[in-house]
């Protein structure tokens, strides 16, 4: 999927270059009050449900169902993020999520209706993500800044997995959920007034792109998605994002019982979930920091068709002190994102990179849920470190499978 030689090289950005900018760094600081948010809803309303009920499944669930609706909006909702201006949709959404927020912070919300005002935000989510993933082309221009720039997104949400439980725990420790949850009101309006006063309003994505003759299916119904997915090369991109996410999940989901089953206790648990954020944050810094763009689209596809296959050394039953480094390797791996990224918006027509992008978060987290869940599914009948090895395995094939089909589709 390289580009051909004589191509021109492209302009290296940097971090530092992408923090420079100030209309991204508004869009970067509404980006970690809006996930802050996240974080301490989702806990909040886990514990409240939880005490609600005493049930440990409604108060999984809470968890569970933010990720289930992202296939539905990410179908019905995705051209929402080019039929109105940015900005618009990116308030509106946080707005949207403050009021969910709101709602279920008032004394006496009965459990269904605090599920389904979390179904609401969940719901709103990878429309904000890709009208906001779309957005930093406009901020940033189409060059190396867009690639860091979601690369620093990215960090931003590992980062939060890493810590963001944890604090949100430490919260709940000295305030009732319903008083968190008003704290998560708080992280949305002040996300909705950075994005409103630090950005700058432009039109809807369609009425500026060139026109095209299928343009005018673009804002209704899906002609847009159709589109998009004709387009073999854009298929098989949107299939490398999602496919090893699919596999890279499932020893988190199964962290508690391989901890368990090795001695390793719940603290061995823990350190076992963040063994692949970890690696991922790692090795995108490092890939963003020190290789040039042409070198980062160079090892895309063999870090992507590799990064799976430390997970096979989960068949000796390692110990926490070898299972951790090999979990930091699959995470590092990760780092093939920021070439495919460079590839996937030079793909999609500037009409479609709302709905593209969104299309590719929706399904990214729809991905993972059903990992987790097929992980989980497994480990009911065969060993947990075979699960966790056969995923290295299987996943290792399907997404070489994968990197052969974006081989073959490269313009």
């Given at each position: 999927?390289?580009?051909?030689?004589?191509?021109p090289?492209?302009?290296?950005?940097?971090?530092?270059?992408?923090?420079?900018?100030?209309?991204?760094?508004?869009?970067?600081?509404?980006?970690?009050?809006?996930?802050?948010?996240?974080?301490?809803?989702?806990?909040?309303?886990?514990?409240?449900?939880?005490?609600?009920?005493?049930?440990?499944?409604?108060?999984?669930?809470?968890f569970?169902?933010?990720?289930?609706?992202?296939?539905?909006?990410?179908?019905?909702?995705?051209?929402?993020?080019?039929?109105?201006?940015?900005?618009?949709?990116?308030?509106?959404?946080?707005?949207?999520?403050?009021?969910?927020?709101?709602?279920?912070?008032?004394?006496?919300?009965?459990?269904?209706?605090?599920?389904?005002?979390?179904?609401?935000?969940?719901?709103?989510?990878?429309?904000?993500?890709?009208?906001?993933?779309?957005?930093?082309?406009?901020?940033?221009?189409?060059?190396?800044?867009?690639?860091?720039?979601?690369?620093?997104?990215?960090?931003?949400?590992q980062?939060?997995?890493?810590?963001?439980?944890?604090?949100?725990?430490?919260?709940?420790?000295?305030?009732?959920?319903?008083?968190?949850?008003?704290?998560?009101?708080?992280?949305?309006?002040?996300?909705?007034?950075?994005?409103?006063?630090?950005?700058?309003?432009r039109?809807?994505?369609?009425?500026?792109?060139?026109?095209?003759p299928?343009?005018p299916?673009?804002?209704?119904?899906?002609?847009?998605?159709?589109?998009?997915?004709?387009?073999?090369?854009?298929?098989?991109?949107?299939?490398?994002?999602?496919?090893?996410?699919?596999?890279?999940?499932?020893?988190?989901?199964?962290?508690?019982?391989?901890?368990?089953?090795?001695?390793?206790?719940?603290?061995?648990?823990?350190?076992?979930?963040?063994?692949?954020?970890?690696?991922?944050?790692?090795?995108?810094?490092?890939?963003?920091?020190?290789?040039?763009?042409?070198?980062?689209?160079?090892?895309?596809?063999?870090?992507?068709a590799?990064?799976?296959?430390?997970?096979?050394?989960?068949?000796?039953?390692p110990?926490?002190?070898?299972?951790?480094?090999a979990?930091?390797?699959?995470?590092?791996?990760?780092?093939?994102?920021?070439?495919?990224?460079?590839?996937?918006?030079?793909?999609?027509?500037?009409?479609?990179?709302?709905?593209?992008?969104?299309?590719?978060?929706?399904?990214?987290?729809?991905?993972?849920?059903?990992g987790?869940?097929?992980?989980?599914?497994?480990?009911?009948?065969?060993?947990?470190?075979?699960?966790?090895?056969?995923?290295?395995?299987?996943?290792?094939?399907?997404?070489?499978?994968?990197?052969?089909?974006?081989?073959?589709?490269?313009?």
């Amino acid at each position: 999927m390289t580009a051909a030689t004589d191509a021109p090289p492209r302009a290296r950005g940097s971090y530092a270059a992408v923090l420079a900018v100030r209309e991204f760094r508004a869009v970067f600081a509404a980006h970690l009050l809006s996930l802050l948010g996240v974080v301490v809803c989702e806990l909040a309303l886990s514990v409240l449900v939880f005490r609600l009920t005493g049930s440990p499944l409604l108060s999984a669930l809470t968890f569970a169902l933010g990720f289930l609706p992202y296939l539905v909006s990410g179908t019905l909702l995705s051209g929402v993020a080019d039929r109105f201006p940015a900005r618009r949709v990116l308030v509106v959404c946080d707005l949207l999520c403050a009021t969910a927020a709101a709602v279920m912070a008032l004394p006496g919300m009965p459990v269904p209706a605090l599920l389904a005002l979390r179904c609401v935000s969940a719901l709103v989510a990878p429309v904000f993500s890709g009208t906001r993933a779309a957005t930093l082309g406009d901020v940033l221009g189409d060059g190396d800044l867009f690639v860091l720039g979601r690369s620093l997104i990215r960090l931003v949400s590992q980062g939060a997995q890493l810590i963001g439980f944890a604090a949100g725990g430490l919260l709940l420790t000295v305030l009732a959920p319903r008083t968190a949850l008003v704290l998560t009101v708080t992280g949305f309006l002040a996300s909705a007034a950075l994005l409103r006063l630090g950005t700058r309003r432009r039109s809807a994505r369609v009425r500026r792109a060139p026109s095209a003759p299928s343009a005018p299916s673009v804002p209704g119904g899906p002609g847009g998605t159709r589109r998009l997915l004709a387009d073999r090369r854009i298929r098989a991109l949107t299939l490398l994002v999602w496919t090893p996410p699919f596999f890279l999940v499932v020893p988190e989901a199964l962290a508690a019982p391989y901890a368990d089953a090795v001695g390793a206790g719940s603290v061995g648990a823990g350190l076992l979930m963040c063994g692949t954020p970890v690696g991922a944050v790692v090795g995108e810094v490092l890939a963003g920091t020190l290789l040039s763009p042409r070198a980062r689209e160079r090892v895309a596809l063999p870090a992507a068709a590799l990064c799976l296959l430390p997970f096979t050394v989960f068949a000796w039953r390692p110990p926490l002190l070898w299972a951790l480094p090999a979990l930091v390797l699959v995470g590092a791996g990760m780092l093939y994102t920021l070439g495919v990224d460079r590839w996937f918006v030079d793909a999609v027509p500037e009409e479609l990179r709302g709905r593209a992008m969104t299309l590719q978060v929706s399904g990214l987290m729809t991905v993972q849920g059903l990992g987790m869940a097929a992980g989980g599914a497994v480990a009911e009948w065969v060993p947990v470190h075979w699960v966790i090895a056969g995923t290295g395995a299987v996943g290792a094939l399907v997404t070489g499978l994968v990197v052969r089909w974006v081989r073959s589709a490269r313009t």
